[in-house]
């Protein structure tokens, strides 16, 4: 048994091996930022080139640094050097890297892109005068970049596990519970309840087992937060988990990932493992009385599967269809067992939030809306990321000042936020503050933190169709209302890209999404008018012209209307095109 | 001979789903598993995951038509997945989904008649902040354009997997 003093002395030593040794540390984004863009071919040219030179270093693969635009992104850091950063960096470009820089300490001008850390250098900009890096608060994302997301000592020697052992060993589960209620966080999934407030309702019902469900399906287009973190740093997701099983007394841990999502299902696969080796997940948690095991669920493609109940059918290998409430997760979960869904990003806030306390957390961000976003930006922006800022910026401050804004001196015309059912924002919403209530008030949610950003010559019918057929085809097909509303929506969506819709449409549209609000299950069906209605009310005009004038004004709808048609057909469907089954008795 | 073959069939579900290292296995991690295996599900693997999960044909059916990762014929050689996700889109995912379609003869998602690719729809492969995005055999590509699309491809078809 590995006492917290113990593994921080051995994490402390391996750190400073590593950031005050004799050899170079050399660090690589390959999350799926990078890797859609040649990162893994990066580091084997790094690695076999460093072979052949006979150079001896330490090559990390790390997560996302946030700055997706500059991927692939290498990080040098030499003995008794600053890191300096090569960004947008190929396989051809790894030997002037070695030559110029690691053996010569000439700075190669092609990819350099700056500096962090001591000591400082005049030659190439400091990373922190960027506002990619000056306008972050990072807390969730601490380590992103930072670390190796397989070594739990680079965690702890960098403040890991420190929240998990002040709450085993210092505070009774339900001073956890109140610590984070205090600290005003709310839940990063969409919802935005109060996450204390949500523990608070399991701290009572019967175990063992009781569970605590990490949600990463984030099928949301335009947001990879949540299996940003797992590529990034698995171990403050995993700490995370362990309070809030600490706090209410729960035994086991699931981590639910779509499958094909490999980076991040094997990371958090394997800094499970690690975390097992190390005494920090386990029995007897740090030499504490307190056992509690993790494993990873797959699910298959489902968006619906990321709705609390339906992600607990999926666990348990059913149609991942949400199951009506009550009775509540808390009390029959997964399996019937009380369990606890939280998102990927909240459960990560919990180790720095214990750690430093609910005082410190509140102090950042503003009332009501406390501690930082993660937000994503994509789209028609210049610095395309995974950022994490204070809440109560603007979402100008967010777009045009962190972001860059829109490329090409184009005009910014839209911003789609918080996935597909989050609606649309017109160009005057730029002084909306990241703040929950105020961006629901002003008809749009913070949810999963994607921000999609259009230019002048996205159409917002073009966009909003795309927005429909994305919701038809996931609707899961339990509620008639969100099954048969979504289809009849889509249909008229296309009429009115195709110029041939009428001005009854948008009646018949409201009156189709007022029937799935009322009438479903589940955030799907009742969120599912959304789109179109956020859509009408910022950008009229562009429906007018469709509709009245017979023309698409950015010529966006004129392209052919591709959007695949709904895929969940019956099984009939698929045995008829199959050899006869012999039919398997149950035994 | 084809007995044969059906016994290896089943003898591989049979250990795909049974070498399962995740600690719970359900109907449809046991799905997932013989399908990482086989690329498809037969209906051999249907019955099999049936008999070890002790779940009915039906159950398994239901749950295998419903999540549209699963497909139920033998896929193509290459796996070409093209994002049609909003950011995808905006950033022009739509003209070089057209242009792949025209350049392999199809109309939609399908296997070429050559049995060369197959061409699927993803409504998010992960990597937004690359948009237009696209994975050939499960790897991401990104920023993509319509050259680019179409050399990855036409590299893919002439590949031998």
Aim: proline share 5%.
């Amino acid at each position: 048994m590995t006492t917290f003093n113990e593994l921080k002395t051995e994490a402390d030593r391996r750190w400073q091996d590593l950031v005050a040794g004799d050899k170079p540390w050399i660090r690589v984004g390959t999350a799926m930022c990078g890797q859609a863009v040649g990162a893994v071919e990066v580091v084997a040219a790094l690695r076999s080139e460093l072979e052949a030179c006979d150079i001896p270093a330490t090559v990390d693969e790390v997560g996302c640094l946030g700055m997706c635009y500059a991927e692939p992104l290498v990080d040098v850091m030499k003995p008794g050097g600053p890191r300096v950063f090569f960004s947008g960096m190929a396989p051809e470009d790894v030997g002037s890297l070695i030559d110029e820089y690691l053996v010569n300490d000439r700075v190669p001008p092609k990819n350099v892109m700056g500096y962090l850390g001591e000591p400082s250098r005049d030659d190439i900009p400091d990373l922190n005068s960027l506002p990619v890096v000056a306008m972050q608060r990072r807390i969730a994302l601490r380590n992103a970049g930072n670390t190796a997301p397989d070594d739990i000592y680079q965690y702890i020697a960098n403040g890991g596990c420190a929240g998990l052992n002040k709450a085993l060993f210092k505070m009774e589960p339900d001073a956890v519970v109140e610590e984070m209620k205090a600290s005003g966080m709310r839940g990063r999934g969409g919802a935005a309840f109060l996450t204390g407030l949500k523990w608070s309702f399991m701290v009572r019902s019967s175990g063992p087992p009781k569970y605590i469900l990490a949600n990463c399906e984030e099928g949301d287009p335009g947001a990879y937060n949540d299996k940003g973190i797992l590529e990034s740093d698995p171990f403050t997701l995993l700490e995370g988990i362990a309070i809030a099983g600490y706090a209410t007394g729960a035994t086991n841990g699931i981590v639910f990932i779509r499958h094909g999502h490999d980076g991040p299902i094997d990371r958090t696969e394997k800094a499970i493992e690690e975390a097992y080796k190390a005494g920090v997940l386990g029995q007897n948690i740090l030499g504490s009385e307190f056992s509690f095991d993790i494993e990873v669920s797959l699910t298959g493609e489902s968006y619906v599967a990321g709705e609390e109940t339906a992600l607990m059918e999926s666990i348990e290998g059913k149609r991942s269809m949400p199951r009506a409430r009550p009775p509540f997760p808390a009390a029959f979960g997964v399996w019937g067992k009380p369990s606890t869904i939280n998102n990927v990003k909240t459960l990560s806030y919990a180790p720095e939030i214990i750690s430093k306390g609910s005082e410190w957390f509140s102090s950042i961000g503003v009332e009501g809306s406390t501690g930082t976003a993660i937000v994503c930006l994509n789209g028609s922006i210049v610095y395309p990321g995974l950022y994490e800022v204070p809440m109560g910026l603007t979402l100008g401050q967010v777009i045009n000042d962190l972001g860059g804004g829109v490329p090409g001196g184009k005009r910014l015309k839209l911003l789609q936020t918080g996935g597909p059912l989050g609606g649309v924002l017109g160009a005057d919403s730029l002084e909306i503050h990241l703040d929950f209530d105020e961006m629901k008030e002003a008809g749009a949610i913070l949810g999963s933190g994607g921000i999609i950003v259009a230019d002048e010559d996205a159409c917002a019918v073009d966009l909003t169709r795309v927005l429909v057929a994305f919701c038809q085809y996931e609707s899961c097909g339990k509620c008639f209302p969100c099954r048969l509303g979504m289809t009849h929506m889509l249909e008229i969506m296309e009429r009115i890209a195709r110029l041939e819709g009428t001005r009854s449409d948008l009646e018949l549209c409201s009156s189709v999404g007022q029937t799935m609000q009322a009438g479903s299950l589940c955030g799907h069906g009742q969120l599912g008018f959304n789109p179109v209605r956020s859509a009408l009310e910022f950008f009229d005009s562009d429906f007018r012209a469709h509709i009245e004038e017979k023309r698409c004004p950015t010529g966006a709808c004129n392209k052919t209307v591709l959007s695949p048609r709904n895929t969940r057909f019956f099984a009939e469907d698929v045995r008829a095109k199959n050899q006869p089954l012999e039919f398997a008795a149950r035994s | 001979m084809v007995a044969t073959e059906n016994g290896n069939l089943r003898e591989r579900i049979r250990q795909a789903v049974a070498g399962q290292k995740r600690p719970t296995t359900t109907v449809l991690s046991s799905l997932l598993a013989a399908q990482d295996e086989l690329g498809y599900l037969p209906g051999e693997a249907i019955e099999e995951v049936a008999r070890l999960t002790d779940a009915s044909i039906n159950d398994v059916w239901g749950v295998a038509s419903f999540y549209t990762n699963f497909r139920f014929e033998p896929p193509a050689e290459h796996m070409v997945e093209v994002c049609w996700g909003p950011t995808c889109h905006l950033v022009g995912a739509s003209t070089i989904l057209k242009q792949l379609l025209d350049d392999l003869g199809l109309t939609g998602e399908g296997d070429t008649s050559d049995g060369r690719i197959t061409l699927k729809y993803n409504t998010c492969l992960g990597a937004c902040a690359q948009a237009p995005v696209m994975s050939i055999d499960h790897h991401l590509r990104g920023r993509m354009t319509i050259e680019k699309a179409r050399s990855l491809v036409a590299q893919a078809s002439k590949r031998d997997s």
